[in-house]
């Protein structure tokens, strides 16, 4: 199996001779994020984790992300939370991009190394911590998780995705391929976090156009997306909000694999207004 790499922010701040114009684009259809805007003057803080900075890369707010929300969190060695998670209905899924982070699950030790996944259901009992030298840099995507009466909270895991066999797209020879962490036919699950890869040249075929909300941040190489109406290059580092039916395609441009985290919601009725709400008589 081929190296795999896994892209993560570093902060600093551009020299005062730097170009000011980018690659940020934020409209009502599908935000871009580039790697060269996550600095050290937009990281944040959280209560209850020491030696620990953070970038936000989306939120639920109106005109923007509606379902989730998606950290980059970076941990000094030592630093880390026994308090991580305080709000008791929602989910997470953390995927490690560099170091070695500490996960301690219902009580159960965890060492999790680049491309490393962990689900964490609703409640449950999860504390963090770099154990190491180096600094650690994983992502967190967070979800309020939609019980549904008769159907059980799926429990917590870990693994890795240098442990599981891509699955190919149908008719695509494996230039197309996804890694999937859970089975997508669960409804147990409401949200989907799965790493995908593109071998050069490789396309999406047609503008997608549905009902599931994404975030993607490109892990590995580039391509080019068709977002919309507009063409617009991508390259590792860089993350995209695409709002639910936004029309969607990509060209993998090589030389190496284009690889990304993608999130989205899944499984769930659609939200109706109370007031559309059915009234018997």
Same mark, same amino acid.
């Given at each position: 199996?081929?190296?795999?790499? %896994?892209?993560?922010?570093? #902060?600093?701040? +551009? *020299? ?19 790697? $060269?805007?996550? =600095?050290?003057?937009?990281?944040? !803080?959280?209560?209850?984790? &020491? #030696?620990? =900075? ?19 969190? &970076?941990? @000094? ?6 308090? +991580? ?8 899924? @953390?995927?490690?991009?560099?170091? &070695? ?13 680049? $491309? ?20 650690? =840099? ?6 309020? !998780? ?7 909270? +799926? ?10 066999? *891509? ?21 147990? /699950? ?14 999406? +075929? ?10 993607? !941040?490109? @892990?590995?190489?580039?391509?080019? /997306? ?10 590792? $580092?860089? %993350? ?13 441009? #090589?030389?190496? *694999?284009?690889?990304?985290?993608? %999130? ?7 939200? @109706? ?9």
């Amino acid at each position: 199996m081929a190296q795999r790499t %896994y892209y993560s922010p570093k #902060g600093g701040l +551009p *020299p005062q001779t730097q170009m000011l114009s980018d690659r940020a684009v934020f409209t009502e259809a599908y935000a871009i994020i580039p790697k $060269g805007v996550l =600095r050290d003057i937009v990281t944040s !803080y959280l209560p209850f984790w &020491e #030696g620990t =900075r953070l970038w936000v890369l989306s939120r639920p707010m109106s005109g923007f992300s509606e379902t989730f929300s998606q950290y980059i969190m &970076e941990v @000094l060695p030592g630093g880390g939370s026994d308090r +991580p998670e305080l709000d008791s209905g929602a989910e997470g899924v @953390l995927f490690v991009v560099e170091g &070695e982070l500490t996960l301690t699950l219902e009580g159960e030790r965890y060492v999790m190394q680049p $491309g490393g996944y962990a689900f964490l259901p609703p409640g449950c009992n999860w504390q963090v911590r770099n154990a190491g030298n180096e600094v650690v =840099r994983f992502h967190w995507i967070r979800k309020a !998780y939609e019980f549904v009466e008769g159907i059980e909270v +799926p429990e917590a895991f870990v693994t890795n995705e240098n442990d599981i066999a *891509p699955t190919p797209m149908p008719e695509t020879e494996g230039v197309w391929a996804t890694t999937r962490f859970v089975d997508p036919t669960d409804l147990r /699950y409401d949200m989907h976090v799965t790493v995908v890869t593109f071998q050069p040249g490789g396309v999406i +075929p047609f503008d997608e156009t549905h009902v599931m909300e994404h975030g993607l !941040y490109v @892990l590995e190489g580039k391509a080019v /997306y068709h977002l919309n109406q507009d063409w617009v290059e991508v390259e590792a $580092g860089d %993350y995209m909000w695409l709002r639910a039916f936004c029309p969607q395609a990509c060209y993998a441009g #090589g030389p190496g *694999p284009f690889r990304y985290l993608l %999130y989205k919601d899944v499984n769930r009725h659609m939200k @109706l207004n109370a007031s559309s709400a059915y009234r018997g008589r």
